[in-house]
């Protein structure tokens, strides 16, 4: 019999991806989420890439009461991939208590319910926010975290904590906590992508978009940086690639293979790239010229950062594949698609 995933946020843009490399693994997939930033359309998306549909519910995972009536009607549930949270950090400086109680009170619940429903396993999408602006470069999972730059950050840094103390008190749960760099693209078949709502805040939607004619000119944050062209450097991974470490995650879990309770793994492709260069890739990739002026720095934003992947290469024996101008293509076809350019 297949074995069952609960996967939070599954109608999202990780977790759709996510919920698609799960079911062609042969898993039986639930999805929790509250569409406050996803749409239910995404759940047939799933169905025609895959032939299959994932279960779903629509209800906010604050509510505990919910929560626990999912889980009882629901029996036997393997494992929990925790992506639902909100995510935008500039939204976050403005509602920090909204930051706080979606997303620290939703996984409290949810290990409430592990606990009371015997589910044991859990995967839970960190962020490499946590690690600020690292003293040294490429950052391992043993670099230091930093203080928090924003109250987004400081739910990923929190919830970590929170989830690594419990798995500490209740030994019969097991836990991986993914370090996403910055992920990019969307899905080969373009049914399934990153649909921000209004203005895209993150670099890659906002080109697609300026690309198709939605936007105005792109505003390249800052180019007085200690890089190679002076525009801030990030490690953007496919989200496909990403998607697929958490099956490998959750097979990990399932099969007994972790060697700690509470595991880390950094989620890159182990290669910074500067803003600019990001520009030049997709220009390159798609064909499509990008019209775009230097601004000031982005306040919170640190200078370069990218992920040192040796642990989850050898480890998970997992790598991010696909390389910056396929993912590129990939986020231009989606957002073509969307638009029916
Ligand atoms: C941020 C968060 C990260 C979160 C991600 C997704 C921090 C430090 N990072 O990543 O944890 O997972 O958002 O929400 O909190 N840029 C431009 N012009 C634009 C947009 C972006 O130049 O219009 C630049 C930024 O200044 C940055 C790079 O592009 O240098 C990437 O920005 P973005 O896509 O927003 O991601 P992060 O800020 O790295």
């Not at 109680?101 to 939703?106: A, C, D, E």
């Not at 709502?197 to 300026?210: D, E, H, M, S």
Request: some cysteine; overall charge negative.
């Amino acid at each position: 019999m297949a074995q069952k995933i609960l996967v939070n946020g599954g109608t999202g843009y990780i977790g759709s991806h996510t919920v698609v490399e799960l079911i062609n693994e042969g898993f039986e997939t639930f999805i929790i989420d509250n569409l406050s930033n996803s749409s239910a359309d995404v759940i047939e998306q799933i169905e025609k890439i895959t032939g299959t549909k994932p279960g779903f519910e629509v209800f906010d995972l604050t509510d505990l009461h919910k929560l626990g009536l999912f889980f009882e009607e629901n029996p036997g549930i393997d494992a929990i991939i925790h992506f639902a949270a909100s995510k935008a950090v500039g939204e976050s400086v403005e509602k920090p208590l909204l930051y706080y109680r979606n997303n620290l009170v939703s996984l409290m619940n949810l290990i409430e319910c592990q606990l009371k429903f015997d589910v044991p396993n859990i995967v839970f999408s960190s962020s490499c926010t946590v690690y600020g602006q690292p003293d040294k470069l490429p950052v391992t999972e043993t670099t230091p975290r930093k203080d928090a730059e924003s109250p987004y950050a400081n739910t990923k840094r929190m919830n970590e904590d929170i989830l690594k103390d419990s798995i500490h008190a209740y030994p019969q749960l097991k836990g991986i906590a993914l370090r996403y760099f910055n992920p990019i693209g969307a899905h080969p078949s373009a049914l399934i992508g990153e649909l921000p709502l209004g203005v895209p805040q993150n670099l890659v939607p906002f080109i697609t978009q300026a690309a198709a004619g939605l936007r105005g000119e792109l505003k390249v944050f800052g180019d007085d940086y200690n890089t190679s062209d002076g525009s801030a450097v990030r490690d953007y991974i496919n989200v496909v690639d990403l998607a697929k470490a958490h099956v490998v995650a959750i097979n990990r879990l399932l099969n007994k293979k972790n060697k700690e309770n509470f595991e880390v793994f950094n989620l890159g492709t182990g290669n910074g790239y500067s803003v600019l260069e990001i520009v030049k890739g997709f220009e390159k990739a798609t064909g499509v010229k990008l019209n775009y002026k230097i601004v000031d720095r982005r306040a919170g934003d640190i200078e370069k950062i990218w992920a040192d992947t040796t642990y989850a290469n050898e480890e998970l024996g997992w790598k991010a594949e696909t390389g910056l101008e396929e993912t590129l293509l990939s986020a231009w076809n989606w957002e073509k698609k969307v638009r029916g350019i």
